[in-house]
Structures are given as C-alpha cells and as structure tokens.
C-alpha cells in the first residue's frame, strides 16, 4: 500500500528521513554526452511543509548558485521537519558556456510553464513545473542582476499579497520591491499554480560577493525557521534593520556616451540633485555629472566603466510604502 508521506520525482519515491540526489536529464550533447540536471532532495522523519530552493535560472547569474550551493554545503537544507528540495542550476547549458540564455537562444525565465515537446527551454520549464512544483508549498528562487549591473540585496514580489509580504518581511533583506509577475516566468507560473514564491535579487552576473551570499543564505534560514524547519544547531540572526518597502521606482539612462564612473554607494538614500557619478570621453575634454531626479533609494548601479547613451546606470526609488508622496520630475 502507497504511503502518502511518500515523495515521488521521477520514478523515484523518497520516504520520510532520507536524503537523495535524482537527476533530469536535460537532453544529450552533439557529442552523445548526457547533460543532467541534479536535484537535491532532503526530507524530515517528521512531515511538514515542502520548499522548494532554486538558482541558475540564468546560467550567468553565479551569485544565486553560490547561495544555494552554501545552503546545502552547511546543511541547512536539512529540515527539522518537512522537505526541502535544491537545485542550484536550472539552466546547466547557461551554466556551462557561463550565458544567460539557452543554446537555442531562448531565456528559460520567458518560456514557463512550457510545453513537453516545445523548444529545449521549454521542455526544461515543463519538467520543474511537472515533476518538481506540485509537490512544493514554497519557493525561493535566487538571482542576480543582469550584465555589469549589480543589484542590492532584495526580494520582489506583487503587491497586494500579504501572505508574501509577511514572508518578505521574514526573510529580511535590506529592500523589498514591489514588482509584478512577468509573463512567461517562473515566478508568475508559480503564481498560478498556487505557490507563493519569493525571488531574490542580489549582485551582478559573473560574480561572487560575500555580503549578497550572506544576506541570502541567512534569509533562507530566516524562511526555514519560519516554518520550524530549520535545525536546532543553526543561530537566526534578525535583520540589523527593517526591509524598506518600494512601491515605484525608475531607471535613471545615461544622456551620454563615455567612460563611467559611478561614485554614490549602493542601499544609499539620496537627495534630489545629488551627484551620483560622471561621465566622461577618453580625451578629457567632457565632464558630464550625473544627478540624482529625485529624493530616493538607490538599489542598483552599472558598474560598467563604459556605457552608451541610452543605457540603464541607476535604479531609484519614487515612492516608498508608507510614504504617500510620490515623484513626477522627468529626468
């Protein structure tokens, strides 16, 4: 007789109290080789919730991996009680040729829920969201910013939702950002299916910084704790700070192309004309400084030392939870 504590991924069934690493085979290479795709999976002697921990959805976004990869490393994915399930790459063909895409140019984060017999983004999101969701009651899904433009420590989700709103809050990152489901992502396919999903924002692709691991592995045992999960041997630190919640925000584009040379601190609060860097030509004949539109957060810089008119080189704040102001200067 089937015991309904039993958890079954492909093919496997995995009882209460055992530890096991099953693998998706993505597809075989050019060369016959097998691509696979593991799934670490550890579950409780006790029953309780099943979450769901995920990164590498970009295979350039190293800093998620490497939270999730700590995670497991330190055991606390070891539940007190429940499960926890980790994939800390989704994308292993992004992952492998270090590219944010799929080989067939597809972002894996724009195809979901996907189709079993659609393109190999497609077939990938179909199985996490066959095999791996219905079994979930949470999820925690870890990225990093895109190019040379690193992200503060955040987490985003819709606004109206109060049940992630707590659990943001739980989590304790340093913003909170209101950001609705795209289409087609992960997140929003999540939505639908009835699992809440906090994402995680934090860094700069091609890179690993210690402060945006820390922040996102100590919230994942925040999350853990919440849900009487997390093991007994395992210290909870509350945030030094309460998480600032943006409502709105907007990009703040460069008028000028040249050498870039941001000067205000990531998480810092600005004020209206603040100057946030300059902007200059190889030749030292133009010196463009770049100000601030607005009073206003600033949780994301390109740190790329060349950039292009047009191109996106601050995140701001506009409005703030709480704060019933809002900003309407152009930039």
């Known amino acids: 007789m089937e015991n309904k504590d039993d958890l079954h991924i492909l093919g496997q069934t995995i009882k209460l109290g055992k530890s096991e690493t099953v693998t998706f085979e993505v597809a075989k290479l050019h060369t016959r080789n097998t691509l696979e795709v593991p799934i670490i999976i550890e579950r409780s002697k006790k029953p309780g919730p ?3 921990i995920t990164a590498g959805i970009h ?3 190293i800093n998620g991996v490497e939270i999730v990869r700590q995670i497991i490393a330190k055991g606390i994915n070891k539940p007190k009680i429940g499960t926890t399930i980790c994939v800390p790459v989704i994308n292993v063909f992004g992952f492998l040729n270090m590219d ?15 189709t079993n017999n659609g393109s190999l983004a497609s077939r990938v999101a179909y199985f996490v969201m066959t095999e791996i969701v219905p079994h979930v009651d949470f999820a925690m899904d870890f990225h990093t910013g895109g190019a040379d433009r690193f992200n503060s420590a955040q987490v985003r989700i819709e606004k ?14 340093p913003f909170i950002y209101y950001s609705k489901n795209l289409n087609k992502s992960f997140r929003n396919a999540c939505s639908i299916a009835g699992v809440p999903l906090l994402l995680f924002e934090g860094g700069k692709s091609f890179n690993i910084d210690s402060n945006i691991t820390n ?22 630190s509350e945030p030094k700070e309460k998480p600032i919640v943006i409502e709105d925000s907007k990009w703040l584009r460069a008028k000028f192309s040249g050498m870039f040379k941001p000067t205000v601190k990531i998480n810092s609060y ?12 190889p030749y030292g004949t133009f010196n463009h400084f770049v100000k601030a539109p607005n009073s206003g957060y600033i949780f994301n810089v390109n740190e790329s030392p060349i950039i292009y ?17 809002t900003v309407t200067e152009s930039v």
């Open 50 to 52: 099943t979450v769901l």
């Open 270 to 281: 600005v004020t209206k004309d603040d100057i946030l860097g300059n902007i200059t030509d």
């Open 215 to 236: 922040t996102g592995v100590n919230g994942a045992k925040r999350i853990l704790n919440h849900f009487g999960m997390l093991n007994s041997k395992f210290k909870v």
């Open 309 to 325: 008119q047009g191109d996106a080189i601050f995140h701001i704040s506009t409005a703030l939870k709480d704060d019933k102001s």
């Open 59 to 61: 295979g350039d976004e």
């Open 100 to 114: 944010r895409e799929f080989p067939d140019g597809r972002d894996l984060n724009r195809v979901f829920p996907g």
């Open 160 to 173: 109206d939702d109060p049940k992630l709103e707590e659990l943001a809050h739980v989590f304790g990152a």
